[in-house]
């Protein structure tokens, strides 16, 4: 079975460009989850997807972060315009019911360095 | 607000070694705790989960434990393949997982 796929696995871009993350579950899992995880840092909530619907966005730092899951199955997130503090490893998990006993798994992330 | 924090930062651990790292928690209502294996440039890999007080769980080399307060991961006789990051973390009313800041294992020869 494959894993949780994060596309790209690096991106470096300029201060005020955009960036778009992708992040591919494991098939047939429902729960779609972003995190961050920023230099020195914990990892970090940032939002919560059940099938194309969020659940709770309440980690999303700024209306600069814009996530989307049309039809349920891959998400993106988008940054836009980009700032240095956007600069970390963004992770993307999924399960498949949900519920805070269920686990999540993990895809490698995204490693945005913005300039 | 539900709050991890790790213990110790770092560890460095000769092969054979035994040891363990601790994982303390404040939480509302506890639902359960993560522990997950980080091995550089790549996503956290998921190791245990335990659900209430007195669990344990093993695998291979590894061993977690979970009281009221805190969970510990004992690592027996370590090898220098279990080198990496180890976190915990806990989850919320809504599914979302608070992180610890993880504890760097470094096992030598």
């Known amino acids: 079975e494959a894993g949780v796929t994060q596309f790209p696995s690096h991106s470096v871009i300029e201060k005020g460009q955009t960036v778009t993350l992708r992040c591919d579950p494991i098939s047939g899992h429902d729960n779609l989850y972003w995190y961050r995880r920023v230099m020195g840092k914990e990892i970090k909530f940032l939002l919560h997807f059940v099938k194309e619907s969020k659940q709770d966005e309440s980690g999303m730092p700024n209306n600069r972060f814009l996530a989307e899951r049309t039809g349920g199955t891959y998400s993106t997130l988008k940054v836009q315009p980009a700032e240095l503090e956007d600069s970390g490893v963004y992770f993307c998990a999924s399960s498949p019911t949900g519920g805070g006993r269920e686990t999540q798994y993990f895809g490698p992330g995204t490693r945005l360095l913005v300039l | 607000e539900d709050q991890v924090t790790q213990s110790p930062e770092a560890l460095r651990l000769q092969e054979g070694e035994s040891s363990s790292l601790n994982c303390s928690y404040t939480v509302s209502g506890l639902r359960g705790l993560f522990w997950y294996r980080q091995d550089p440039g790549k996503g956290p890999e998921f190791l245990f989960t335990?659900?209430?007080a007195g669990e344990e769980k093993e695998k291979e080399r590894l061993k977690a434990t979970l009281t009221k307060k805190e969970s510990f991961l004992h690592i027996t006789a370590p090898k220098p393949e279990d080198s990496a990051t180890y976190l915990c973390?806990?989850?919320?009313?809504?599914?979302?997982?608070?992180f610890g800041t993880g504890t760097r294992l470094q096992v030598t020869l």
């Open positions: 973390a806990v989850p919320g009313t809504a599914s979302k997982l608070t």
């Open positions: 335990l659900y209430s």
